[in-house]
């Protein structure tokens, strides 16, 4: 049998089948480059689609954390005719996220927490509605509303930071003299401070109740 490929006629088969074989080989080894250089193409587009999304979303955040930063530090202006009506000073604070975001693009977790900050803004500013406020102390409104926008504005710089550092971005430039993460952490001992205070009066309070009177004994 071998000896029929060394024939004129075996010759020319011979060369039609390794011309086949190449063929296909070439074939397979450009589909091969294709597919890869494919998935590269995707990989870098995905990737730059995440770095593009993280970048609107850490302009919203910071953005966010100046308005939680001014509420953090905001007290009431009262009315001199009524001490029951008040008004703050800043705006509340608005969340405003990217519209039509994919978040499926970030990492995971960074996705995770991103899109539970909306729901625990919405939860402060419903905790807040809730609160009946009267005088002397307005069940503790301007603290719960200071020490709850101090932890956001913690909470939306963590998720800053973390978008950076996962993506390369440039953090925000801030002033020198403006530092909100000092500025936060300072409220919220502050008004931890506050709180174990208070719970010390009422403790107080309750263990040496005040002596009945005479009459009252009788």
């Given at each position: 049998?071998?000896?029929?490929f060394?024939?004129?006629?075996?010759?020319?088969?011979?060369?039609?089948?390794?011309?086949?074989?190449?063929?296909?080989?070439?074939?397979?080894?450009?589909?091969?480059?294709?597919?890869?250089?494919?998935?590269?193409?995707?990989?870098?587009?995905?990737?730059?689609?995440a770095?593009?999304?993280?970048?609107?979303?850490?302009?919203?955040?910071?953005?966010?954390?100046?308005?939680?930063?001014?509420?953090?530090?905001?007290?009431?202006?009262?009315?001199?005719?009524?001490?029951?009506?008040?008004?703050?000073?800043?705006?509340?604070?608005?969340?405003?996220?990217?519209?039509?975001?994919?978040?499926?693009?970030?990492?995971?977790?960074?996705?995770?927490?991103?899109?539970?900050?909306?729901?625990?803004?919405?939860?402060?500013?419903?905790?807040?509605?809730?609160?009946?406020?009267?005088?002397?102390?307005?069940?503790?409104?301007?603290?719960?509303?200071?020490?709850?926008?101090?932890?956001l504005?913690?909470?939306?710089?963590?998720?800053?930071?973390?978008?950076?550092?996962?993506?390369?971005?440039?953090?925000?430039?801030?002033?020198?003299?403006?530092?909100?993460?000092?500025?936060?952490?300072?409220?919220?001992?502050?008004?931890?401070a506050?709180?174990?205070?208070?719970?010390?009066?009422?403790?107080?309070?309750?263990?040496?109740?005040?002596?009945?009177?005479?009459?009252?004994?009788?």
């Amino acid at each position: 049998m071998w000896e029929w490929f060394t024939t004129r006629e075996g010759n020319i088969a011979l060369g039609a089948v390794l011309g086949a074989g190449g063929t296909i080989i070439a074939q397979a080894a450009s589909g091969v480059v294709g597919t890869a250089k494919e998935l590269w193409l995707l990989r870098t587009k995905r990737r730059w689609d995440a770095r593009h999304l993280a970048l609107r979303t850490i302009l919203s955040l910071d953005e966010f954390v100046g308005q939680c930063y001014g509420a953090a530090f905001d007290s009431p202006e009262f009315d001199p005719r009524d001490n029951t009506k008040f008004q703050f000073r800043n705006a509340a604070p608005n969340l405003v996220m990217p519209e039509d975001a994919d978040w499926r693009l970030l990492e995971p977790k960074l996705m995770e927490d991103v899109m539970w900050l909306p729901s625990h803004f919405h939860n402060v500013k419903d905790g807040l509605n809730a609160l009946d406020c009267y005088p002397p102390d307005f069940n503790n409104l301007f603290e719960h509303r200071a020490e709850d926008y101090a932890k956001l504005g913690m909470r939306s710089l963590d998720l800053i930071d973390r978008l950076c550092r996962e993506y390369g971005i440039q953090k925000p430039e801030r002033p020198d003299y403006y530092d909100p993460e000092e500025g936060f952490q300072r409220k919220i001992n502050e008004i931890a401070a506050f709180w174990k205070q208070r719970q010390g009066m009422h403790e107080r309070m309750f263990a040496n109740p005040l002596p009945l009177p005479e009459a009252v004994k009788q």
